[in-house]
């Protein structure tokens, strides 16, 4: 499952009030060219929809992306639905908190695996949730920098790692192939202050423009759930000028193996849906639109509508 997030402010303007939510077409074909194929999770849902296709899938995606907090129908709007037995002031509740304090615990809980892949977005929202839903980001400078990962050393010890091919290792950690394009971080100092250092693990660092050094993977010690502060996907699918996107040889087999990583992660699970319900609920029932062609940071978007997701809901539940 591939979660879907708001509609940007850009292609919000480029599309005006066409569109209630999206997925960059680079998160699908990131987890397609891995042997997996993607299912559009909506924001917006109640709890018997995402119980239901948490016992369907076989593990999560969370995208990158730009949406805010407080976002009517997104994050947060559906975590407080989930949390709607809890009586919290603050309803500052992600989305993501529907699998980390509940069902995702519960089912690895129950020893049935079920990884979280979060990727710059979605790991800042990995520790986001672990501490509760306190705010920690800091404001940092790394919007189009191509890294080189500096791997911590225990590195090998973690599931993502351990049996990585040296020639990947290499070039990880040798050459400019990580694309990294936020505005916050989360650091070392941050995860000992918020008491996380006994839930993940680190497992490389890297510095921002003005050399402030900031967390770029981490693992989580005790589920499979994983986050890069990088894109590996832009490698492989995305095409923006200006962005300095690297697209050589080694930066594709740098990012391909990270898909391949979380894909097999996905094979541990076993969830799987109604036949005639699953093609219902794949990507491919919906358009994909090239977005490059309007001056889009993304080549193509998944972009649904409103009416899109109440449909489905119609069908399924």
Request: with cysteine; net charge positive.
């Amino acid at each position: 499952g591939i979660l879907t997030q708001e509609i940007s402010y850009n292609l919000n303007k480029t599309y005006p009030n066409q569109y209630h939510s999206y997925i960059a077409a680079s998160y699908v074909k990131f987890v397609e060219g891995a042997g997996a194929r993607a299912v559009p999770i909506w924001i917006g849902g109640n709890t018997l929809y995402y119980e239901d296709i948490l016992s369907k899938v076989n593990g999560v995606l969370w995208p990158g992306g730009s949406t805010y907090f407080f976002n009517k129908e997104g994050y947060a709007d559906a975590g407080a639905k989930i949390y709607s037995d809890f009586n919290h002031s603050d309803i500052c509740i992600f989305f993501f908190c529907l699998f980390i304090d509940r069902i995702v615990k519960r089912i690895n809980e129950e020893g049935k695996y079920f990884p979280i892949f979060g990727i710059c977005l979605g790991f800042e929202l990995l520790t986001y949730v672990a501490t509760n839903r306190v705010e920690h980001r800091t404001r940092c400078s790394s919007n189009n920098q191509r890294l080189p990962l500096e791997f911590t050393r225990d590195y090998t010890e973690s599931k993502l790692f351990k049996n990585a091919p040296l020639n990947v290792l290499r070039i990880l950690s040798e050459q400019n192939v990580t694309a990294n394009y936020h505005h916050f971080c989360i650091t070392k100092e941050i995860l000992r202050h918020d008491k996380l250092t006994k839930k993940f693990h680190v497992l490389s660092l890297n510095h921002d423009e003005n050399g402030l050094e900031f967390i770029s993977i981490l693992e989580h010690k005790q589920f499979p759930f994983y986050g890069l502060q990088f894109h590996p996907e832009k490698n492989l699918y995305e095409w923006v000028i200006g962005k300095r996107i690297p697209h050589s040889i080694n930066a594709t087999i740098a990012s391909q193996y990270f898909a391949n990583f979380f894909v097999n992660e996905a094979r541990k699970n076993f969830n799987e849906f109604p036949k005639q319900e699953e093609q219902r609920s794949l990507i491919y029932n919906y358009p994909v639109t090239y977005t490059a062609l309007q001056s889009s940071s993304f080549q193509q978007c998944y972009m649904f509508k409103k009416s899109d997701r109440n449909n489905f809901f119609y069908r399924n539940l």
